[in-house]
T-cell receptor
Framework: GAGVSQSPSNKVTEKGKDVELRCDPI?????LYWYRQSLGQGLEFLIY????????KSGLPSDRFSAERTGGSVSTLTIQRTQQEDSAVYLC????????????FGPGTRLLVL | RKEVEQDPGPFNVPEGATVAFNCTYS??????FFWYRQDCRKEPKLLMS?????NEDGRFTAQLNRASQYISLLIRDSKLSDSATYLC??????????WGAGTKLIIKP
């Protein structure tokens, strides 16, 4: 009965470096979301995967951000040439389907770009 | 105008009091509504779903007012453990969950 897991839990990097964040959704959940939450702010939608459909990338803030979901399960969010404004908590969530079902969140990855 | 708006607070409330806060949404076609709770440095967790005329779960009552496009959350007999940020979430007609920035609640002994 494992929940959503994310790794690493914390990441400190230097400006200009690339980072990869990983998300393992709940088994059987076809929908997977990535969000970003800056300090004291609400959740900002980044990207959504549903089964084998093309992902909804409408929330990605720039072309430095990309994400993949392999085999309909594990997802990786990649940020290239990181900037200080990328510092935030990156949250992954999964749900059974893209309905208004509850989303189950992972613990997040806290990214700090120096 | 933001799609989902909340008073950021913080709401400072004595233990045992009743507290209520609202959330307004801009898309009149929105169908479903949720309240999530987020503890400091933790991930959000579902508190309540809000359907049709609202619902109650113990000390928590959620109401929906479609005419005025807002939902509310009422907490009775507040506990210290209720201290958290409460996030309003709206399922909009574009099949996306739109999140409010949250209302911070601090319960004081």
């Amino acid at each position: 009965g494992a929940g959503v897991s994310q790794s690493p839990s914390n990441k400190v990097t230097e400006k200009g470096k690339d980072v990869e964040l990983r998300c393992d959704p709940i088994s059987g959940h076809t929908a997977l979301y990535w969000y970003r939450q800056s300090l004291g702010q609400g959740l900002e939608f980044l990207i959504y995967f549903q089964g084998n459909s093309a992902p909804d990338k409408s929330g990605l803030p720039s072309d430095r951000f990309s994400a993949e979901r392999t085999g309909g399960s594990v997802s990786t969010l990649t940020i290239q040439r990181t900037q200080q404004e990328d510092s935030a908590v990156y949250l992954c969530a999964s749900s059974i389907d893209r309905g208004p079902e509850t989303q189950y969140f992972g613990p997040g990855t806290r990214l700090l770009v120096l | 105008r933001k799609e989902v708006e909340q008073d950021p607070g913080p709401f400072n409330v004595p233990e045992g009091a009743t507290v209520a806060f609202n959330c307004t949404y801009s898309n009149s076609a929105s169908q479903s509504f949720f309240w999530y709770r987020q503890d400091c440095r933790k991930e959000p967790k579902l508190l309540m779903s809000v359907y049709s005329s609202g619902n109650e779960d113990g000390r928590f009552t959620a109401q929906l007012n479609r005419a005025s496009q807002y939902i509310s959350l009422l907490i009775r007999d507040s506990k210290l453990s209720d201290s958290a940020t409460y996030l309003c979430v709206v399922w909009d007609s574009n099949y996306q969950l739109i999140w409010g920035a949250g209302t911070k609640l601090i319960i004081k002994p």
